[in-house]
């Protein structure tokens, strides 16, 4: 394989979006690393992009200050997509949210078409009934038509 040339790297120093790059390829390919376990030890693959630091940089760009390497989808694989720069508040909120529910306070899974995701600003994943959201709705058309009552 030919040396790839890039600036990110000289004998003696290494960027930090190189060492960025080069942690998440111990991680998912290296059993002795320290946190194998959490990645390439669980099945966390390193897409065909993203295996050359070229690739990499070319999908990620250059690490900001203080953020590190992130995944969107916990158990999804470091690929085009799933991965961003974010600060360890953002991880920490995304982490929280990872124990997701099965079912909501009123017992209709939470799950397929009854689901709706989203992703908030601040890293958070919302997941929300469905169902709930129509009852909630008719509630309020009610306790609307009520209160016009009175
Ligand atoms: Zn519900």
Redesign the pocket.
Same mark, same amino acid.
């Given at each position: 394989m030919p040396q790839i040339i890039h600036s990110h790297t000289t004998h003696t120093t290494k960027s930090p979006t190189y060492k960025a790059w080069e942690n998440m390829v111990q991680r998912c390919t290296n059993p002795k690393h320290g946190k194998w376990e959490y990645y390439g030890g669980r099945g966390i693959a390193i897409s065909p992009e993203y295996r050359t630091f070229a690739g990499f940089l070319n999908g990620m760009g250059e690490r900001p200050e203080g953020m590190t390497l992130d995944r969107i989808d916990f158990d999804g694989n470091y690929e085009p997509g799933n991965c961003r720069w974010s600060d360890m508040q953002t991880q920490k909120a995304n982490r929280r949210a990872r124990r997701f529910k099965e079912? &909501? #306070?009123?017992?209709?899974p939470?799950s397929g078409d009854?689901v709706r995701v989203r992703i908030l600003a601040n890293g958070y994943i919302n997941r929300t &009934? #469905?169902?709930?959201a129509v009852?909630l709705q008719r509630e309020q058309r009610i306790a609307a038509k009520e209160g016009a009552k009175l």
């Open positions: 079912y &909501c #306070k009123r017992g209709h939470l009854n &009934c #469905k169902k709930c009852i």
